[in-house]
């Protein structure tokens, strides 16, 4: 590895959404330990352009590094030779799960003995707490990437950074998200409505009812005896008129019976009783001689 100037700037680095979608979807395939893959691209004139990526199939994982074995690279040729001939490695990519976004002295062994390029970057994710970050050569440090650029593959401008990590899921991912939510909010079925309309009205006519109890009160009439001062509520159908008078309706009065309904003649209890008879039938009234 050749000897870097102290004052040389870092590039500019295009990476497309696309590619960061595929990395983070790789990332997350495995949430314990790190994956790896490496980058492709070229240099477009202004800087470095990230346009594929080729996942590290066979690699030596483990919770806190990743190692490109031999198998790994051979996977890698092949499928660059076969799908991106005219493009070259321009660095590589790895996750961190849980730990964050950062260059452990095993990634700067492998950045600086596999990825010396002054345009070879390192891209790390960290699918727990979705942050991601590039690194790239800065005079002979490995710097974080100061000047990053996210392409929209569907013809959109590019999306300028400034050295922050940038957000979670593209394009396609957000509208995924919201199709997602907007299925999955279904409203209160229908009886549940009508039996709250239902419950509404009867607590309105309710209150009503108690109000015009209290706010309008039913009128009572009661008599009150003089003598002993006692109070008589009056019958139903009493009233006061408009001229101050009271008006209490007639008393239905008692029928006397008729002879034909006791079945007796109304004389018979007056009538005179037979005198008394002895044994020997004369009438003990006559005196005797």
Same mark, same amino acid.
């Given at each position: 590895?050749?000897? @870097?100037? !102290?004052?040389?700037?870092?590039p500019?680095?295009?990476v ?6 595929q990395? @983070? ?27 594929? @990526?080729?996942?590290?199939?066979n690699a ?7 190692t ?10 092949k ?5 991106? #001939? ?17 260059l452990s ?7 600086? $003995?596999?990825f010396?390029?002054e345009?070879q ?9 979705d ?9 002979e ?23 922050? #990590?940038? #957000? ?5 991912? +957000? ?24 419950m509404s009205?009867?607590?309105l ?13 039913? +009128? ?5 005896? !003089?003598? $002993? ?22 008393? @239905? ?16 209890? $007056?009538?005179?009783?037979?005198? !008394?008879?002895?044994?020997d039938?004369?009438? +003990? ?5």
């Amino acid at each position: 590895m050749g000897k @870097r100037k !102290p004052d040389q700037r870092q590039p500019r680095v295009t990476v497309s959404g696309e590619v960061l979608r595929q990395i @983070r979807q790789h990332a997350r395939s495995n949430s314990k330990t790190e994956v790896c893959g490496v980058l492709i691209g070229a240099d477009n004139g202004m800087g470095l352009s990230i346009t594929a @990526r080729i996942p590290g199939l066979n690699a030596a994982q483990a919770g806190t590094y990743v190692t490109f074995t031999q198998d790994t690279w051979e996977h890698i040729y092949k499928i660059k030779d076969k799908d991106y #001939p005219e493009e070259r490695i321009v660095g590589w990519y790895h996750s961190h799960p849980g730990f964050g976004v950062f260059l452990s002295d095993h990634d700067t062994f492998i950045h600086k $003995n596999f990825f010396s390029s002054e345009l070879q970057v390192a891209w790390v994710y960290d699918p727990h707490s979705d942050e991601e970050g590039c690194f790239g050569w800065a005079g002979e440090r490995l710097e974080r990437v100061s000047e990053l650029h996210i392409k929209d593959d569907k013809g959109g401008e590019e999306a300028g950074e400034t050295g922050k #990590p940038e #957000p979670v899921g593209g394009v396609d991912e +957000q509208e995924e998200m919201v199709k997602e939510g907007d299925s999955s909010e279904a409203g209160p079925p229908l009886w549940l409505k009508w039996m709250l309309t239902v419950m509404s009205h009867a607590l309105l006519l309710g209150l009503g009812f108690v109000v015009a109890w209290i706010f309008f009160p039913r +009128q009572q009439i009661f008599f009150v005896d !003089p003598f $002993n001062h006692t109070a008589i509520e009056a019958p139903p159908g009493t009233r006061i008129n408009s001229d101050g008078s009271l008006s209490v309706p007639k008393l @239905r009065e008692t029928e006397p019976s008729s002879p034909e309904k006791n079945g007796k003649p109304a004389g018979s209890q $007056n009538a005179p009783q037979p005198a !008394p008879k002895t044994d020997d039938g004369k009438d +003990q009234n006559v005196p005797r001689k």
